[in-house]
């Protein structure tokens, strides 16, 4: 599931690598510091995700019922989980990638940031 929207993700989203060529406009000492710290957080992270490779676990309902002495609470701590379940299920059967190549309005406002930012 988790690779499914990553890789959606990196369909509609531009290249994680185009970012990291803005360090070359950081001025300053303290700005290129700064910068190269992000990218060393984002490397971080970036190695945890794609270290995850473990199957989703399920919820042993039957151990929690013995610990979870309130019935009520368990009851809905399950209902909670089905319900976003169901709507995790429910976004990851979306086309995300249709959706935003149908997206036509708002495209003025990127366009001009873009003109703005090669002045």
């Not at 368990?74 to 990638?97: G, R």
């Not at 309005?105 to 003109?115: R, Y």
């Amino acid at each position: 599931m988790a690779k499914m929207m990553r890789r959606s993700i990196r369909r509609a989203l531009p290249g994680r690598d185009r970012w990291h060529a803005l360090q070359e406009y950081a001025t300053g000492e303290a700005n290129v510091e700064e910068f190269r710290l992000l990218r060393a957080r984002d490397s971080a992270v970036s190695s945890v995700v794609a270290t995850q490779s473990a199957p989703t676990k399920t919820i042993d309902w039957a151990s929690w019922e013995s610990k979870i002495s309130n019935k009520e609470t368990l009851q809905c701590l399950k209902d909670f989980h089905s319900q976003q379940s169901a709507l995790l299920d429910a976004v990851l059967k979306e086309n995300h990638l249709g959706a935003v190549r149908e997206q036509k309005a708002g495209w003025e406002l990127f366009e001009e940031a873009k003109t703005s930012c090669t002045k």
